[in-house]
């Protein structure tokens, strides 16, 4: 009997060891073929950056009716105006998101021992710069034959299509925040003039919503250690 219990318990924990060695082998090839170190406040970061841009723009288009009703009547020069402090807004912004992005990523990675530049974060960039850059393309074409009211949807729809491209190769949750922001961005095609309301949605809240689970999910308990 008591033979029987000690091969028992010699099975399980070798079984046990088993099992801890096949996780460790998983998690060394998550880390090989995936960029493990993208962090959730990157996204808390982003969204927040986007809800004061959103807020900014508000501001600016105020600013512009204000003005138009106090002439009375339309002019080209304010339009012209509006729309550069729009792009140097959005710009702006891009590069608070870009390098708050690459600040909590950076710090992530430090944390874990891992690195920041490799195969994978380049598979990363290179998969979410395809569809962006393309992206940048179709909406300059856009500005260019005045077709503001296309802008936002198309920067939702080729936003997630980047992250979409870029899932791939990185955590998988991402994958549901770029189909989210397709999906925000089809819808907006039918609401062309609530273009400012769909990016803060898409590109704030949901970031922030997005880079909370994300955090919760993967850096809590690094965090808390």
Known sequence: ????????????????????????????????????????????FAGVSALAGAAGALALFHAYYQRW?????????????????????????MCMAFFGGLYFTWRKAKRSNLPVFDVTSRKVMVN?????IAGGAFIVGLMYNN????????????????????SKYTLTDIRYLGISEITLGILNVFFLRRGLYFWAIGFGFMHIFYGILMWWKYERQTTEE
């Open 128 to 132: 979410a710069l395809i569809p962006m």
């Open 147 to 166: 077709l503001d009211v296309l802008i936002a949807p198309s920067c939702l729809i080729f936003y997630g299509m980047a992250l979409l491209n870029a």
């Open 69 to 93: 009703e106090i002439r009375g009547h339309y002019d080209d020069a304010d339009f012209v105006q509006l729309r550069l402090n729009l792009i140097l807004l959005g710009l702006a912004v």
């Open 1 to 44: 009997m008591c033979n029987f219990d000690l091969q028992s318990t010699l099975s399980m924990t070798t079984e046990q060891q088993h099992l801890e060695t096949l996780s460790d082998i998983k998690r060394i090839m998550e880390r090989s073929s995936r960029f493990m170190s993208l962090s959730g406040l990157s996204g808390v």
